[in-house]
């Protein structure tokens, strides 16, 4: 049997025709408004900002949400679909400070708060038509005409009264956590944040080896059978200021970690040091293993080494080690060691603190 074959297919215009129905005789009105009184299903989209262009990983995203609001529709729910627009976030104020040249410091002084807030409203709204053509043309059914925006008091109210009712409630609790802070923007940063363009770039930085002293006890007395001397783990950090704050230290439970017997750079004292054998040759050159350990004195810059031993990671899981820095004890277990398979050779000493 040979079936008909049709030549003047025209996706495109076949969209077109698809988009002007919908649009001329009110398809998603009356998909929500035929079902007055029925079970409610309330869709608020998360919001875009609409300061930038919308992107294909925005069709992505929206195409799910759509899925389940036209499913819950099937299935008889009334579907109320309300938009949005995002109008809060460090991208938008950076852009108008670089469109108008200035810095956080100079709001107030060289222009009003009321001008730059009024610059960034319009700012914020920069590509709202080419968003609202993406929604048509994709087909993404949701209340464009009555959007929420962020910006405006009757939202930023809401807000308020929703975190009242969780005071009221007891929900809401005072807490301490590390974020990463500009002092440019003079705010807090998101995780979202850190990601926008030019955020990283390669720098050289100055890192830190710290010193812990391992705790001798029972479950610690095997690392001393062929030392005589402290033994310390060595921990490497780029954020030096943490520091104070440590209350463990990570290792690689398969990676092999070498008993190192040497002394100290800064105090010529005699020591021992545990660190991960495949960083070894960063911190001890090659040549200095055939250097005399009763030669040495202080000052030589050749500090001789000789590796006593070798122990796996999860040997070394559970031993305690004294608080580098001894003003304020923490409530609980701390300073001990513990695996962590965040726990690399590839840059340090292989002891994450």
């Not at 929900?171 to 705010?187: C, D, K, N, R, V």
């Not at 040091?273 to 009763?294: Q, S």
């Amino acid at each position: 049997m040979k079936y008909p074959e049709y030549k003047n297919l025209n996706l495109a215009e076949i969209d077109q025709q698809i988009r002007e129905f919908w649009l001329e005789e009110h398809i998603f009105e009356e998909s929500v408004s035929s079902r007055e009184g029925s079970e409610p299903f309330v869709f608020y989209e998360g919001p875009p900002s609409a300061n930038g262009h919308p992107g294909i990983h925005h069709v992505m995203s929206r195409t799910l949400k759509d899925l389940f609001c036209r499913y819950k529709t099937l299935k008889g729910f009334q579907v109320k679909r309300r938009g949005g627009w995002d109008t809060h976030g460090l991208p938008v104020e950076l852009a108008v400070e670089k469109m108008l040249g200035i810095r956080k410091d100079d709001i107030g002084k060289t222009i009003s708060v009321e001008e730059y807030n009024r610059i960034c409203r319009q700012e914020v709204m920069k590509y709202k038509d080419v968003w609202t053509d993406l929604t048509l043309k994709m087909g993404y059914w949701v209340d464009l005409d009555e959007p929420y925006i962020t910006f405006e008091n009757n939202y930023i109210e809401s807000l308020w009264w929703l975190i009242k009712q969780f005071y009221d409630k007891g929900f809401l609790y005072e807490g301490y956590t590390i974020q990463p802070y500009s002092p440019a923007a003079g705010t807090g940063l998101s995780t979202h944040e850190l990601n926008q363009p030019g955020t990283y770039k390669p720098i050289k930085d100055t890192s830190v080896v710290a010193q812990f002293r391992v705790s001798r006890d029972v479950k610690s007395d095997f690392l001393f059978k062929r030392t005589e001397t402290d033994l310390y783990f060595l921990a490497w950090t780029t954020t030096p200021w943490t520091l104070p704050s440590n209350c463990a230290l990570a290792i690689g439970e398969k990676i092999i970690y070498s008993i190192v017997k040497t002394f100290n750079p800064y105090t010529s004292q005699p020591i021992s040091v545990i660190l991960a054998k495949e960083t070894l040759h960063k911190y001890f050159p090659d040549k200095n293993a055939a250097l005399d350990f009763d030669a040495f004195k202080k000052g030589d810059k050749e500090i001789p080494f000789r590796v006593e031993d070798e122990v796996r990671g999860n040997e070394l899981e559970g031993i305690s080690y004294e608080q580098l820095l001894p003003y304020v004890k923490p409530e609980g277990r701390a300073f001990i060691v513990i695996a962590g398979d965040f726990v690399t050779t590839d840059e340090g000493t292989g002891i994450v603190h």
